[in-house]
């Protein structure tokens, strides 16, 4: 089973550029989330989804967008790249009643 | 605003030593709290306790929550070079009576065990 998948694993970006993080998941679980992990810290919520067509904020949305049109997927876009945004993303998803979450094996991502 | 904090945030042992790790926590509407190991990379879970003095086990990793003081522990007995890791402590709260999964996270204490 591949579980929750994350690409790229590794990206260096320019100020001001955009990319797309992409996750997806083959448990068919309803929810879904984004979250960054800053170096010698815990991991913040983006945003999460809890089914197709529905997504909501977490914690730390500001410079980012996400869309969910199907179950498996769950991109999150990354618009005019800032410094601020250097980070490890993981992608998690859970079942409406699950006890755990499962997570990606994350995105390094560096802006420059 | 819910609130999550671990002690200590590092700690080295040697192999064998019995290590204890702390979290504290302030959130409302509390549904359960969660420990997960991470090991360079995703995080593993390890526990979701939900009611307090109920000891939940596995090997030689066990973690207790006590709902009145507002914390949670984990302990790691006989530790081994493969516990090194940062353990991140999490609570999920219900929002409307409904939980949506959502983490606020500690920010993890590093363990560093030596042969």
């Known amino acids: 089973n591949a579980g929750v998948t994350q690409t790229p694993k590794f990206r260096i970006l320019k100020i001001g550029q955009s990319m797309t993080l992409q996750c997806t998941q083959d448990?068919?679980?309803?929810?879904m989330y984004w979250y960054r992990q800053d170096p010698g810290m815990g991991l913040k919520l983006i945003y999460y989804?809890?089914?197709?067509?529905?997504?909501d904020k977490g914690e730390v949305p500001n410079g980012y967008n996400v869309s969910r049109s199907t179950t498996e997927d769950f991109p999150l876009r990354l618009e005019l790249a800032a410094p601020s945004q250097t980070s490890v993303y993981f992608c998690?998803?859970?079942?409406?009643?699950?006890?755990?979450?499962?997570f990606g094996q994350g995105t390094r991502l560096t802006v420059v | 605003e819910d609130k999550v904090v671990q002690s200590p945030l590092s700690l080295v042992v040697h192999e064998g030593d019995t290590v204890t790790l702390n979290c504290s926590y302030e959130v409302t509407n509390f549904r359960s709290l969660l420990w997960y190991k991470q090991e360079k990379k995703a995080p593993t879970f390890l526990f979701m306790l939900t009611s307090s003095g109920i000891e939940k086990k596995s090997g030689r990793l066990s973690s207790i929550l006590d709902k009145k003081e507002l914390f949670s522990i984990l302990n790691i007995t006989a530790t081994q070079t493969g516990d090194s890791a940062v353990y991140l402590c999490?609570?999920?709260?219900?929002?409307?009576?409904?939980?949506?999964?959502?983490?606020?996270f500690g920010q993890g204490t590093i363990l560093t065990v030596h042969p």
């Open positions: 989804s809890v089914g197709a067509g529905i997504t």
């Open positions: 448990m068919n679980h309803n929810y």
């Open positions: 998690a998803s859970r079942t409406r009643t699950g006890v755990q979450a499962f």
């Open positions: 999490a609570v999920e709260a219900l929002a409307g009576g409904t939980s949506y999964g959502k983490l606020t």
